[in-house]
């Protein structure tokens, strides 16, 4: 397995433009978290899916940000209109129910927004 | 709420030195408690946690809940230890959503 998988790695757009960012779990997880990570903040989870279903989004800052997970094997997560403020590492992780609490964390999209 | 304080943002010591990464919590229940570990362009990966009472790498990490602290420790540091650490909680029941601290940069020098 080539474990959680993310695209792209490295993303540049200009301030108000729409960025997408993808992710496919590990075959048969069936949790997946996206987080942001910045210098000043760390790591902070943005939303969480359980099964396909959204758990808890109290972590997207604002209505700008948007996840989906239309299946089991994928999810996107969509910043409209992106703002320099969003510019960060994000990363995907999934995990099994059964494996207790160990999160698989992709390689991480590094976005700058000018 | 669930919080995690890390208060170091960066930690630097001489190889063979002893490491200690400071990890405070705050959680009303019964926590989980986590430590994770991201080398140089290398995914953020699970070290430890406290219920499996390991050492890795020659890591531990005694999760006190007097102190409501989990700190990592390690008696001779090695340059393959720099890393960024991450410690994180989790409540022991229901989904398994990870709170993580801001993370140290343990820096280990010849």
């Known amino acids: 397995d080539a474990g959680v998988i993310q695209s792209p790695r490295h993303e540049v757009t200009e301030m108000g433009q729409e960025v997408t960012l993808r992710c496919k779990p590990i075959s048969g997880h069936n949790s997946l978290f996206w987080y942001r990570q910045t210098m000043m903040r760390g790591l902070e989870l943005l939303i969480y899916?359980?099964?396909?279903?959204?758990?808890?989004d109290s972590g997207m800052p604002e209505d700008r940000f948007s996840a989906k997970m239309p299946n089991a094997s994928f999810s996107t997560l969509k910043i409209q209109p992106s703002e320099p403020r969003d510019s960060a590492v994000y990363f995907c992780a999934s995990s099994h129910t059964d494996s207790g609490y160990e999160q698989y964390f992709g390689p991480g999209t590094r976005l700058t927004v000018t | 709420a669930q919080r995690v304080t890390q208060p170091e943002k960066l930690l630097s010591v001489f190889k063979g030195a002893p490491v200690e990464l400071k990890c405070n919590y705050s959680?009303?229940?019964?926590?989980?408690l986590f430590w994770y570990v991201q080398y140089s362009r290398q995914r953020l990966q699970l070290l430890l946690r406290?219920?499996s009472r390991e050492s890795i790498k020659g890591f531990t990490a005694d999760l006190n809940k007097g102190e409501t602290s989990f700190h990592l420790k390690k008696p001779f540091a090695q340059e393959e230890d720099s890393a960024m650490y991450y410690c994180?909680?989790?409540?022991?029941?229901?989904?398994?959503?990870?709170?993580f601290g801001t993370g140290t940069r343990l820096l280990v020098s010849p």
């Open positions: 994180a909680l989790s409540r022991n029941t229901g989904f398994q959503k990870l709170v």
């Open positions: 406290h219920i």
């Open positions: 899916f359980n099964n396909n279903v959204p758990i808890d």
């Open positions: 959680y009303s229940g019964s926590p989980e």
